[in-house]
């Protein structure tokens, strides 16, 4: 009785132990979909990061009344536009534009900054935010409203009712979007993976295809295997001494997305090289044989019999590949920068997504909301690759067996 | 007279053919010769007499027990302290667990439920460490400064050496629950035949038969977990807190790693204070090195015993 006791026990504390490992996915899972989920939409994937800011003049200042109909929030019909209240991914409160009327004034906007944009006619969008708009009331006087007086926007439709004629709009583009940062995860992926992919299959074929079991042999892999052990940021630290001189010869001056897609590729390297191999390994000789006694060379044999051969090992590299890229941090913090840009190039600095979090979460006043909701993209990317990883990967052990 | 050029021709592109793969394999297999050459000779520079930014003690470097970048002070020996501290107490926190859950899922679970937990092991793998530091920073943090507030003390938000331990522990959790699942599945089932045959009960059998003859393996797993707990950056950075000075043996006093180091306050990208950080890269490395060749000893003396 008593060891049944026991045995019990024993057996419930391994369930504990399960149980907490669910413990910790669940939490995980549900902590970032309840605080990064509202923010997903639409605007997030294509708005900028930053918002730009715009002083202009509504060039037509005749009033005439605007027609609604169905739009919602608060709309003057003196100058045929609505706004709404609205939260923003950075957690403030603003009053945007939610519709334009046709004609309305507000779609001639001329810029009133001094520079070269000066008197540009700057089309004005859904989404906008209002700040501050200066305006003549209907006895004469000047006045102000929007949200630097705390309005909300049912007071600034008021006071443009009240308005005769307005002075000058100073409004923001909508910010706090990850259009740049996926722009630049793409282009980081594209680049380590032409790199790696070559290298990678090439390095796969010879200790597969060609290598005996002389020292030297034995040398190479172990060196590939070494690199599965080095932590990520010490591949930061020799992409900055190592890869920035390569990358100064296509006109990169400091950190830049090509010197983080070449570290990347170092580090994607095991990776490819193992899935490689393993799918080469499953290839049966026999084929080999009868392609090399039908009279094909050995390299013959390799490309048009083997390498086709063994195309779902390479699928499955490339898919385990995006998942470390997009996923990875330290490395990128120092070849990349922690600079978010909404346009970025090759040679210049970005963030890939993880970097963009990493950004504003070592800021001052962390956004845990845009983080999460970036975390869900990420995890949601990850988990899809998973899947298909392992459905490629079934596939592979049919093809032989 | 064709044929014969046509074989020469066959013959020069199979030798190039195999060049190149050669080529190939030797270039990736010396990366990793590279990436220590180079990261060494940044990270002994400062070291060196005629260092342009003012040379650095390399007895005060390794010993040293302040570290301030503002005020030029740089001592690494408390931070190595602390990364021993933090990678081993994760450790300790989730060997256990992850062996039993190992246990669990290969001997103890039904069928179906063994390949959910499948799933969530290898999920738990996946996720990315930037998303783990999301998650610490909002959610461990707050579980921190609760169990903080139980025994009366304050802490720096819940940035503490506890929150580093059990992110940590999180982390290397399904390095070692996988490893140590690949290691039960290969326990011969002769040695659990006998065990049962001698009247000895399932669970019996389990702990005292399987997790034994599978000691090897599942050490093998805790090997590689400690690896990734050592190296583990970002996340750690998110709740690590970098103190000044320590070392930190309070659980609820914020604490310093070496791979939080090397992320604090990175802007400049020359400078002591950039170079530094190749050198405390090499005492990362130093530190994996010999930890490894440790517990790999003392694997190998377990596995005699047997």
Known sequence: ?401 | MIDASKEKKNKLIDGICKTFFLAMAILSSSFIVILVLFIFMKGISPFLPGYEFGQVNIIDFLFGTTYRQDQGIYGVGFIVINTLISAFASLLLSFPISVLCALFIVKIAPKKLSVLMKSVVELLASVPSIVYGVFASGLIVIFVKWLASIFGITTAGGSSLLAVIILLAIMIFPTITSMSITAIQAVDKDLENASLALGATRTQTNFKVVLTSAKSGIFAGAILGIGRAFGEATAVSMVAGNKLFGPTFDLFDITRTLTSTMLAGLKETSGLDYDIRFSVGIVLLFVIFFSNWLLNSLKNRIGKNS
């Open chain 1, 1 to 401: 009785m008593s060891r049944k006791l026991k045995d019990s026990l024993l057996n419930s504390i391994t369930y504990l132990c399960a149980f907490l490992g669910v413990l910790v996915l669940g939490s995980i899972l549900i902590y970032v979909l309840i605080n990064g989920l509202k923010l997903i939409n639409v605007d997030l994937l294509k708005n900028d990061y930053w918002s730009k800011n715009y002083l202009v003049a509504v060039e037509n200042d005749q009033s005439s009344t605007f027609e609604c109909d169905g739009c919602k929030g608060y709309f003057s019909s003196k100058w045929g536009v609505s706004f709404i209240d609205e939260v923003t991914s950075h957690n403030e409160k603003v009053i945007s534009v939610e519709y334009i009327a046709e004609n309305s004034p507000f779609e001639q906007l001329t810029s009133l900054t001094a520079g070269e944009t000066y008197g540009q006619i700057v089309p004005m969008e859904k989404g906008y935010m209002i700040e501050k708009i200066d305006y003549i009331d209907s006895e004469g006087n000047t006045a102000i409203a929007g949200k630097i007086l705390k309005q909300d926007a049912q007071a600034l439709q008021e006071s443009l009712d009240n308005a005769s004629s307005i002075t000058s709009i100073y409004m923001k583009s909508p910010g706090g979007g990850i259009r740049g940062s996926l722009i630049a995860t793409l282009y980081l992926i594209l680049i380590s993976l032409i790199i790696s992919l070559p290298i990678g299959i090439a390095s796969a074929i010879y200790l597969n295809e060609y290598a005996d079991k002389s020292k030297i042999n034995r040398w190479l892999r172990q060196g590939i295997e070494t690199l599965t052990g080095v932590p990520s940021i010490v591949y930061g630290l020799m992409g900055v001494s190592v890869l920035f001189p390569v990358t100064t010869v296509f006109g990169a001056t400091g950190t830049s997305i090509l010197l983080g897609g070449l570290t990347m590729a170092i580090i994607l390297l095991p990776t490819i090289i193992r899935s490689v191999e393993e799918a080469l390994i499953v290839v049966p000789q026999s084929l080999r044989d009868a392609s090399l006694s039908l009279g094909a060379t050995k390299s013959q044999t390799i490309f048009k019999v083997v390498l086709p051969c063994c195309m779902n090992g390479i699928l499955t590299g490339v898919l385990l590949s995006i998942g470390r890229v997009i996923g990875e941090s330290a490395a990128l913090i120092y070849t990349m920068g922690t600079f978010i840009s909404d346009n970025p190039v090759i040679n210049g600095p970005a963030t890939s997504l993880s970097l963009m979090i990493w950004s504003f979460m070592s800021a001052e006043q962390p956004n845990f909301e845009l983080a999460c909701a970036i975390s869900i993209i990420i995890l949601s990317v990850v988990l899809i690759l998973n899947i298909v990883v392992k459905i490629v990967g079934k596939k592979l052990s049919k093809n032989f067996v």
